[in-house]
């Protein structure tokens, strides 16, 4: 198990308690404007320590979580949910999810239509 350490970047924080797949994802996540710490646009390279809030928007949902342990490494999920409060308000109900374009197997490339319709969908 990792050991509780000082201030931690917050990308890396995102990152090792598997908020989001990948570092550099986190990073950019940042450098969108994605994450807040304590209300605070945050930088990838702010430093998070316990007691923070930190707010990930990603994939149409906001994660609210209150840092309770910085850790630098990626740690498996049991020990990663211990090292933060999950604030996060219930995902939204699958009826009220965007709706996807399903194709039948062996239709083959879509048309030129088709391809609108799926990008009018998706929202494009």
Avoid at 45 to 53: F, R
Avoid at 87 to 112: N, Q, V
Wanted: net charge positive.
């Amino acid at each position: 198990m990792a050991e509780d350490e000082g201030p931690v970047r917050v990308d890396s924080w995102i990152w090792s308690v598997r908020l989001l797949k990948t570092r550099s994802m986190a990073s950019a996540a940042c450098r969108a404007g994605h994450v807040r710490v304590n209300e605070e646009r945050a930088k990838p390279a702010q430093t998070v320590k316990p007691g923070d809030e930190v707010r990930l928007r990603y994939d149409g949902r906001e994660r609210v979580v209150v840092v309770s342990r910085p850790i630098r490494k990626r740690v498996g999920a049991e020990i990663a949910a211990q090292c933060y409060v999950d604030h996060s308000p219930p995902p939204p109900p699958r009826e009220f999810a965007a709706p996807t374009a399903l194709r039948d197997r062996g239709t083959g490339r879509p048309t030129k239509r088709d391809r609108r319709e799926i990008e009018r969908l998706r929202g494009s």
